[in-house]
């Protein structure tokens, strides 16, 4: 977790975690986890060039999750869309679930996951969990992040 760690916070560039599993394809259906953070503008800017190549992408906003200000997953996709995306949003609730878990389930169908990576600090992360560390640890399909 160190080494990943580093590389998101130091380097500057995307990390792509692979799965424990190989996938007969990657980038073909895409979600992206929006949480209206900079580290997702910064994941998504860095993924552009998968972004157009994909078939479907879908704008995840989980209502009640952790989110910060900014624009909405509507407004994210007429963005996309303007720039050669293929995307779509979807809003989900909760359901009595962690915001990571939400993602995870909705993300099932897709071939990539494209998440902000940290958008709370390392410490809170690691005192009350959250959604980068959730992911991390139970994704079973590729994720890119940036932070």
């Not at 078939?55 to 200000?69: N, Q």
Request: proline share 7%; with cysteine; net charge positive.
């Amino acid at each position: 977790m160190s080494t990943l760690e580093a590389a998101l916070f130091e380097s500057g560039r995307p990390v792509l975690l692979a799965p424990p599993s190989p996938w007969p394809q990657m980038g073909a259906n895409v979600m992206i986890a929006w949480n209206r953070s900079t580290e997702q503008i910064y994941a998504i800017a860095f993924a552009m060039p998968i972004l157009k190549r994909a078939s479907r992408v879908i704008v995840l906003t989980v209502e009640g999750g952790a989110a910060v200000p900014g624009p909405t997953g509507e407004q994210l996709c007429r963005y996309l869309q303007l720039n050669g995306v293929p995307a779509k949003p979807l809003t989900v609730g909760l359901d009595g679930r962690l915001t990571g878990e939400a993602v995870l389930a909705h993300a099932v169908n897709c071939d990539l996951l494209i998440k902000g990576a940290y958008t709370q600090s390392r410490l809170r992360q690691f005192i009350f969990g959250g959604t980068t560390r959730h992911i991390l640890s139970n994704a079973l399909l590729p994720v890119f992040m940036a932070h």
